[in-house]
């Protein structure tokens, strides 16, 4: 019966009530007071002056404000980081499990990981509780659940997104013609407070951009969201666009351009390197939240943590669909096999707006950012043409496209043409 969380204590704050006494260069502290002479001298010897790169400017708020939020977020962070005291959770698993069995049901994970701030809807916390029952028992050892709380959570994701470590280094001081670890390593008091000042504002213009960005991702997805209630809710029906018999005939390098004949390079940059590679969306189907960048690094780079596993989605291997009788049959290509899974996935929804053009304010974001995932599109008819060649479909098969009781399909289904 596992009981014990194997994931060290992390000890990320000091005691409030005991605060370190105050030193500066003028008053520093006495076991530090000859190292600190020693390293003047060795730096006025060798005459090193490190450039520190400029900190962006950015407004700052008052400091009544700044308190405030200064201790709430820290009384925040205390409770949040509970999750990471491998102590903590012992007695928390302790607390809410049953006494006899020494097992949890659903209801007392529930209650668990509330006071870990951790605030999961149902379903979030339904699917995650399935997850981490491995021998699907309907209970969870201690181990379990200390995994399932420290799994990395939707916020967790989030801000691994953010370049934090790069502004890190950014912020480090650089010499011309030495060596950049020694220079660091030269750093004094002074110098390491003018990098922490330096970080904390490049920090704080990061955050402002970040979050900017996070909020207009969801005022696009509410506002798609509204707008499809107010249409069900009025018992509107909104007509689906398609393209002309002539845009037909051009195809698709007529509609979206050529590809890069490098395939692999130019699809990873089409999903990870464009203005909105990191911008989330929400699928309307099962509601799964992602972003290019993820679903790339999901497909492609094996990153499961980055999924978004509602409607109990699976994930199977680049590798492990290579070899399946489809495939082989087909005779697809990696990168053609990368292309169906990132289409069968969420990814449908941006590339079904380039080649919908619809709706009209979404391409127009797509086209404007130059995110018509160009390449990636060609790749993937190469492997839809392959697999209807190879693929056997029953005589007199009939397929059916659901419109959900909101959609229509165009007139040009039903009007003829000249030809």
């Known amino acids: ?56 400017e950015v407004p700052v708020p008052p400091a009544s404000t700044q308190s405030e939020a200064v201790k709430k977020f820290k009384l925040q962070f205390e409770k949040n980081n509970l999750r990471h005291d491998s102590d903590f959770l012992k007695r928390l698993f302790a607390k809410y499990c049953n006494e006899s069995t020494s097992l949890m049901d659903t209801s007392q994970f529930g209650q ?11 379903e979030d916390l339904s699917s995650l509780f399935h997850r981490m029952d491995l021998n699907n028992d309907g209970f969870l050892e201690g181990d379990e659940f200390c995994h399932a709380v420290q799994l990395p959570t939707e916020l967790d994701l989030w801000a691994g997104s953010i370049p934090i470590i790069s502004l890190f280094a950014d912020c480090l001081p650089r010499k011309e013609g030495q ?13 390491i407070d003018g990098f ?17 960005l996070l909020n207009k991702s969801f005022s696009s997805m509410d506002k798609g969201s509204a707008s499809s209630n ?12 398609c393209g002309t018999i002539d845009q037909f005939f051009e195809g698709l390098s007529g509609r979206i351009g050529d590809p890069h004949l490098a395939f692999a390079q130019a699809m990873r940059a089409e999903h990870c390197d464009k203005p909105d590679s990191h911008d989330f969306f929400v699928t309307p189907n099962y509601a799964v939240r992602t972003c290019p960048a ?33 495939a082989r049959g087909a005779e697809l290509g990696r990168e053609e096999v990368i292309a169906v899974v ?7 929804i941006r590339y079904n707006s380039v080649l919908r053009r ?35 479909l029953p005589e007199g098969l009939r397929l059916y496209r659901g419109l959900g009781g909101v959609l229509d399909l165009p007139d040009g289904f039903f009007r003829p043409d000249a030809r």
């Open 358 to 392: 619809w709706p009209a304010d979404v391409y127009q974001r797509l086209a404007e950012a130059d995110s018509l995932y160009v390449t990636t599109m060609h790749v993937l008819v190469s492997a839809v043409q392959k697999l209807a060649r190879s693929a056997k």
């Open 342 to 348: 990132l289409y069968t996935g969420p990814m449908f």
């Open 179 to 191: 060596d950049a670890l020694r220079v660091v390593s030269r750093m004094n008091e002074e110098d």
């Open 294 to 326: 993820h679903e790339w690094a999901i497909t492609v780079d094996g990153e499961a943590s980055l999924a978004d596993m509602g409607h109990r989605r699976r994930l199977p291997s680049v590798e492990e669909l290579l070899a399946s009788e489809a």
């Open 196 to 212: 922490i000042q330096c970080f904390s504002d490049g920090l704080r213009s990061l955050m402002i951009s970040n979050v900017a």
């Open 230 to 241: 107010l249409a069900a809710s009025k018992f509107e029906i909104v007509k689906m666009s």
């Open 112 to 122: 668990a990981v509330k006071e870990l701030n951790l605030y999961l809807r149902d």
């Open 1 to 56: 019966m596992g009981g014990n969380c194997v994931k060290p204590t992390r000890q990320l704050h000091p005691s409030r009530d005991n605060p370190p006494p105050q030193h500066s260069r003028e008053n520093p502290p006495p076991h530090q007071d000859n190292r600190a002479r020693e390293c003047d001298s060795d730096r006025n010897e060798s005459a090193v002056k490190l450039d520190f790169p400029k900190s962006p």
